[in-house]
T-cell receptor, first 110, second 115 residues
């Protein structure tokens, strides 16, 4: 069965500090991984996906199949990055659907 | 304005009553989903539907029911059998189940409180 683990519930950093939000997954097939973000009073929305290998709002995430991880990183945090972040796993196949982690709250202090 | 509309935003219910949450989308998406969001629990899948007149149980379907009579609508009924119904409910849609490529579009959510 597929599983997504986000080991921390809260990360609090000062503005300008580096950020790493951890995500580990468990899946025997070929995974597709994503990060979703929910800003205060806004809808949950897709931040980035591993297949795109892109940087969104300064965030990047690399899929490490050896460590089964997909950590989200940003070198210099901004106050507007404060939000709830969810890692999600899409299990490819006939009944693919997203499995979400429990989420982590990122708080960036001025 | 394209997107997903959930209603009501806030709902109070007495114990023993069924309640139905509405979800409508005008994105022409085939697949629709209901998630439950609880603090510290993340998002858990209740039901999902790949196509009209078809739906599948998710991870926590007990005490819930759905219907998919129209492509744009996927209402969720929280029945009296649901032991802990107080929660924030999120509806989402995607182009298709297989072709979602992980991109779900979410509604603003409905907060249900059982008194």
């Amino acid at each position: 069965a597929q599983r997504v683990t986000q080991p921390e519930k809260l990360l609090s950093v000062f503005k300008g500090a580096p950020v790493e939000l951890k995500c580990n997954y468990s899946y025997s097939g070929s995974p597709e991984l994503f990060w979703y973000v929910q800003y205060s009073r806004q809808r949950l929305q897709l931040l980035l996906r591993h297949i795109s290998r892109e940087s969104i709002k300064g965030f990047t995430a690399d899929l490490n199949k050896g460590e089964t991880s997909f950590h989200l990183k940003k070198p210099f945090a901004q106050e507007e990055d404060s939000a709830m972040y969810y890692c999600a796993l899409n299990c490819t196949g006939a009944n693919s659907k997203l499995t979400f982690g429990k989420g982590i709250t990122l708080s960036v202090r001025p | 304005d394209g997107g997903i509309t959930q209603s009501p935003k806030y709902l109070f219910r007495k114990e023993g009553q069924n309640v139905t949450l509405s979800c409508e989308q005008n994105l022409n998406h085939d697949a629709m989903y209901w998630y439950r969001q609880d603090p510290g629990q993340g998002l858990r899948l209740i039901y999902y539907s790949q196509i009209v007149n078809d739906f599948q149980k998710g991870d926590i379907a007990e005490g819930y029911s759905v219907s998919r009579e129209k492509k744009e609508s996927f209402p969720l009924t929280v029945t009296s059998a649901q032991k802990n119904p107080t929660a924030f409910y999120l509806c989402a849609s995607s182009r298709s189940l297989q072709g979602a490529r992980g991109e779900l579009f979410f509604g603003e959510g409905s907060r249900l409180t059982v008194l």
